[in-house]
């Protein structure tokens, strides 16, 4: 009878999850690891608007604000910088490709999708987020 050897994913990043849940039948605590860390640190940047964090007060994209403009080229350039800048200043672990806004003006409503690659893999990955003002 031959043993196979386990095959070990290399962790190059990992952060606890956002619930601070726990691993089922264990008291660990549950984490994301690689592209989802990174997913993960990328979403809760894009809603978090400047002010928000306590002792952190620069860090934020500010796009619920901009949710209640009127949505012309103008404001859509606007939340593409934004959101630009700040995943580049505040997630060191991905390199940003493209950040994609389409507004839908009926209902209110923005998707921004995120193209990034994390810094040790050569794969892109997505991250599409749907916004929607709430009166």
Do not use: W
């Amino acid at each position: 009878m031959s043993l196979t050897p386990r095959t070990r994913t290399t962790e190059f990043f990992s952060d606890f999850d956002s619930n601070l849940g726990q691993v089922p039948g264990r008291t660990d605590l549950s984490r994301k690891v690689n592209e989802n860390a990174v997913r993960e640190s990328i979403r809760h940047l894009v809603s978090t608007d400047r002010g928000e964090r306590l002792f952190q007060p620069d860090i934020g994209c500010d796009i619920r604000g901009s949710l209640f403009e009127n949505m012309d080229p103008n404001t859509m350039l606007i939340l593409k910088e934004n959101i630009t800048q700040t995943i580049r200043t505040y997630e060191p672990r991905c390199e940003l490709k493209d950040v994609l806004i389409n507004s839908d003006i009926d209902n209110n409503a923005v998707s921004v999708k995120i193209i990034f690659s994390v810094i040790n893999t050569n794969r892109n990955s997505s991250l599409t987020i749907d916004l929607t003002r709430v009166r």
